[in-house]
């Protein structure tokens, strides 16, 4: 099987991770458990590097350092008894503090970038020019596309939901044969899927064969086939099923 690497831009580091997971486990940032987030970052770190996906260094560096602020965590605290009038009372910083801090810093940013981008696609809607009598190049107006608000967060979490159910479908025992097969090959049969279908296909029906490498060689095709904009995908409700269908010409 030929090895096929594949790096997205999607992540813009570990700090938007660990907001999107703050966001999603709808966490306090300022008491954040760093037991229960530094787990699920984990997996994240792991499904991707089963992906064989290209992980920036920094996304490493973070977790060895939510794995510290964890062991800190779990270390005994001793107290000291303290005179009632002794001035120089010291107190024990939070080892979370720092984290907090850099996460408020850069969602403010991140806000900050978001309004930017929003005033410069306002202000690209406006041109410095005389009225013209455009009625001879009137067209009828055709309806916008609602706009598919799905990350890559939710293309690895329907990822991972469906790794949990086929290895509680897989059974106890079974004869392993080994079927090589390439990423350009099984976007042409996802392909051919979709436009025999003329509609709509479920995100876990394209995996119909239970082999691992089967399953991870689907789901890079679907990546790269949205990348390449040959195909779209569509969910109706928060953390409900993802829809595939083909694109069609001029969408």
């Given amino acids: 099987m030929i090895h096929y690497n594949v790096k997205i831009d999607a992540f813009e580091g570990p700090l938007d991770l660990l907001l999107h997971l703050i966001n999603r486990l709808e966490i306090d940032i300022y008491d954040i458990p760093v037991a229960q987030i530094t787990e699920q970052y984990l997996i994240y770190i792991k499904t991707m590097t089963e992906l064989k996906l290209d992980i920036a260094s920094e996304f490493l560096v973070m977790a060895a350092s939510l794995l510290a602020i964890k062991s800190k965590m779990l270390l005994p605290k001793h107290e ?44 690209g809607l406006m041109y410095t020019k005389p009225p013209s009598d455009l009625s001879d190049f009137a067209k009828e107006k055709q309806p916008e596309k609602t706009e598919i608000n799905i990350t890559l967060y939710d293309m690895l979490a329907a990822f991972q939901k469906l ?17 090589e097969i390439s990423i350009e090959t099984r976007m042409t049969e996802i392909m051919r899927e979709l436009n025999h279908l003329k509609g709509k296909k479920n995100f876990n029906d394209l995996f119909t064969i239970p082999a691992k490498e089967h399953i991870v060689v689907t789901f890079l095709a679907v990546l790269e086939l949205i990348k390449r904009k040959e ?11 993802i829809f595939v269908h083909t694109v069609e010409e001029g969408e």
């Fill in 231 to 241: 195909i779209d995908v569509e969910q109706y409700e928060n953390f409900g099923d």
């Fill in 163 to 179: 790794l949990r159910r086929k290895k509680l479908q897989r059974p106890m025992a079974t004869k392993i044969s080994r079927q």
């Fill in 80 to 123: 000291e008894e303290l005179d009632e009038f002794d001035a120089d009372m010291t107190y024990e910083e939070d080892p979370r503090d720092e984290l907090v801090e850099r996460l408020i810093e850069y969602r403010k940013y991140k806000e900050a970038a978001h309004d930017l981008k929003s005033l410069e696609e306002e202000r």
